[in-house]
Structure formats: structure tokens, C-alpha cells
């Protein structure tokens, strides 16, 4: 991958630079802007591993809105995970995503989404921001919370406006929903070490759908938040009263914006007494 001119080594340090470089081998986009922007975050600031998320060799993964599967090369190639999988409701993403990840055997791809309950739903696809595809698409909204991260990173109004030209342009698709806990039932999971959650705004879903006897399952939980009607501090309660240890924090470039990282992780189990 070619650092791009916006890109300086003032401003990316060796170390990250290195993560960016090595995972934009092995990932696939047919955007290029989008892909190095996704790299950039997952890579270069490791955004899922953040609050003492942490994970390694062994460990699994539920990537639920997997995208063109960055993250899930990530934490295969930098982390070494044993397993990924990876769910990608939109046809034409879910493609990207299998080119990605065909030749990474620790990576199982899903056309699914996760919900509250299994269903079959139309879907938001928007390819020229096919990360912001979604069931609660709104270009309206969509397209205010871009704008807002552009002028973030020093853009002016009119270089942002240029940038989201024909980017909510979208067709309407249908995909199929089912739920972490029917899915954990399929697999015969027993452990989940890192719950990764980045579905635009149908996070809540997500979470009401895996029930009350799967959640000891769940090691860590990262997800990205859109905190509308107070949407973050809903899922912190939840969180916090399942027995984690939870943190937010928000990016510079999404100040001004909903858009917020929910960490949670379960506390250290006490050592064994001796005796």
C-alpha cells in the first residue's frame, strides 16, 4: 500500500505505519479511499484494542458487520486468532469481503446480519459508502456525520461538500438477520473472546438478541455506538449489570458527532487459593 500524500511519516509513527503497511496487503476494497480510511483506523490506531481489550493466539472472534473484512484480517494477521467470524449483511459488500478473506482459513464469512430476531429485512446499500450501509440508513443523518469528520481533519466546507457528492446514492436490497445466541447454538460456541460490533446504528439489536444464558460466553464486547435517544448510556447500563467493566471514549475526527467506541471487558477472575 502507498502511503497516501495526506499521510506524512510526521504524523504516523513507524510502528503503525508498519500495521497499516502489512494489513493493506492482504485487504481487498473497490474503493481505495474507503479501504485506506478503514485501515487507517483499525491499523494504524487499533481502535478494537483499546481499554484493555486485548486479544491472541487461541481466541475467537464474532465480527458482526464485518464489512469488507479489515478488521477481521487485522486481528488474524497482527493478533493471531484462531477463528473469525465474520458477518456482512449486504450482498455486494459481502463479496469484498469473501475476496479478502479467501485465502485466510481462520476466517469463515457469513452473508448474514445480527439482530434482535431472526428475519429477513430490507437493507441500505450505498456504494459509494458502503461502510454506512445499514438498516437504519438515513442519508440526511448519514451525510451530516461525514461532513462533520471531514471539517474535523481540516478540510474546508467546500472541499467537504466535493467529498460527499454522490455518496448516499442507494439501492434497497433484502438480507437476512439472525441473532448471536441462535448462531452460538448453531456453532456450538462456548467462548467468545472479542464481541466486534460496527452496524450503524442497529447496535442495541445486536445485543438484545444474544440471551441471558450466552452472555458469560462473551470475554469482550467493542462496538461503535451512534448515541441517539441515549442510545450509549443504555448500553453501558446493560453492560455494566451483565458484570463488565465498561469505557467509552470518541475519536477527534467524530468530535461534534454521535458517533462514540464502547469498550467492555470482563474483570480478571480471582487467583485460586492456595491450600
Known amino acids: 500500500m502507498t502511503r497516501p500524500p495526506s499521510v506524512s511519516q ?19 476494497h473497490r474503493d481505495a479511499s474507503q479501504l485506506w480510511f ?21 481466541d475467537v472472534v464474532l465480527d458482526v458487520g464485518a464489512n469488507v473484512g479489515v478488521a477481521a484480517a487485522f486481528f488474524i494477521t497482527h493478533c493471531g486468532v484462531r477463528l473469525v467470524h465474520s458477518f456482512e449483511p449486504v450482498g455486494p459488500v459481502f463479496e469484498m469481503l469473501e475476496e479478502t478473506v479467501k485465502d485466510m482459513p481462520a476466517c469463515i464469512p457469513h ?28 442519508p440526511v443523518r448519514d451525510s451530516a456525520v461525514v461532513r ?7 478540510l474546508t466546507a467546500e472541499e467537504a461538500e466535493e467529498r460527499l457528492a454522490g455518496l448516499w446514492e442507494s439501492e434497497t436490497l433484502t438480507c437476512e438477520l ?12 462456548e467462548r467468545v473472546d472479542l464481541l466486534k460490533i460496527d452496524v450503524e446504528r442497529a447496535e442495541l439489536d445486536v445485543l438484545v438478541g444474544i ?13 461503535e455506538v451512534h448515541d441517539e435517544q441515549g442510545r450509549c448510556a443504555r448500553i453501558e447500563r ?15 475526527a467524530m468530535a461534534g458527532t454521535s458517533v462514540r467506541m464502547l469498550y467492555a471487558i470482563r474483570p480478571p477472575e480471582p487467583a485460586a487459593g492456595r491450600g
Open 111 to 138: 452473508n448474514l446480519g445480527m439482530g434482535a430476531a431472526p428475519a429477513t429485512m430490507p437493507i441500505t446499500y450505498y456504494p459509494a459508502a458502503a461502510a454506512m450501509s445499514g438498516l437504519y440508513a438515513d
Open 10 to 28: 510526521d504524523n504516523a509513527d513507524n510502528e503503525a505505519w508498519d500495521r497499516m503497511a502489512a494489513l493493506g496487503q492482504v485487504v481487498r
Open 38 to 58: 478503514q485501515v487507517a483506523e483499525i491499523a494504524g490506531e487499533q481502535t478494537y484494542l483499546r481499554h484493555g481489550v486485548r486479544l491472541g493466539p487461541g
Open 211 to 223: 440471551e441471558e444464558q450466552d452472555w458469560p460466553k462473551i470475554r469482550q464486547v467493542a462496538l
Open 148 to 154: 462533520t469528520a471531514l471539517l474535523n481533519t481540516g
Open 178 to 189: 439472525t441473532t448471536v445466541s441462535v448462531f452460538l447454538a448453531e456453532e456450538a460456541l
Open 238 to 252: 446493560m453492560l455494566t449489570g451483565l458484570g463488565f467493566s465498561v469505557a467509552t471514549d470518541q475519536d477527534a
